[in-house]
């Protein structure tokens, strides 16, 4: 089972990493909270050693990773080389993503290699451009297959933000701004 996943997981992260940076605004068709969750969702069902054991424990290692981007580098080492003082969740599961870089690190081509530089750099890779690019590519697709004006994605993305935002902080109304403000720190 584990050489299957593993090629169904190796790509070209060359061109993934391009794609990625070429995108003008990454918001465009999604928002960092539905990148974020969705992207997470794919990587457990990726790899299921990764989901949490409870609802409650996903929501954290999913806002834990919200809040890790936004984090000074500083802090990211921290977190990245073992040593975090907050992010438990989100600490341990980058734990076991790292035991999967590790393994599938090596059968990378050499230029992958060298271009993501360690299992570290894959273990990131994963967690935001490939599952970035992967909801980018849903919603694009969904709106386009729907024929939705810019206003109305615009609209449908503010929803969806505001829907995980209040599942993840189980708030009824939130401060739109704050979600704002908290979007343009990534």
């Not at 960092?32 to 290692?61: A, N, Q």
């Not at 981007?69 to 599961?93: C, I, M």
């Not at 109305?152 to 189980?170: C, H, M, P, T």
């Amino acid at each position: 089972a584990f050489p299957l996943l593993l090629a169904v997981a190796l790509c070209n992260i060359i061109d993934e990493s391009q794609e990625y940076g070429a995108i003008e605004d990454p918001y465009e068709f999604t928002s960092p909270y539905e990148m974020i969750d969705m992207g997470i969702d794919d990587l457990c069902d990726k790899y299921p050693s990764l989901r949490p054991s409870s609802d409650e424990e996903m929501i954290t290692f999913k806002k834990e990773f919200m809040l890790f981007l936004a984090e000074k580098p500083d802090v990211q080492d921290e977190v990245l080389t073992g040593f975090p003082s907050n992010y438990r969740v989100l600490w341990g599961k980058m734990k076991e993503l790292r035991k999967i870089a590790d393994e599938e690190f090596d059968a990378l081509t050499k230029d992958d290699q060298r271009f993501i530089e360690s299992p570290t750099g894959l273990m990131l890779h994963k967690l935001a451009v490939q599952s970035g690019l992967k909801v980018i590519a849903l919603r694009k697709a969904d709106f386009k297959k729907r024929k939705l004006s810019k206003d109305q994605i615009k609209d449908e993305v503010n929803e969806r933000q505001l829907a995980i935002f209040q599942s993840w902080y189980g708030q009824e109304t939130v401060d739109e701004d704050s979600i704002e403000d908290f979007r343009d720190e990534l």
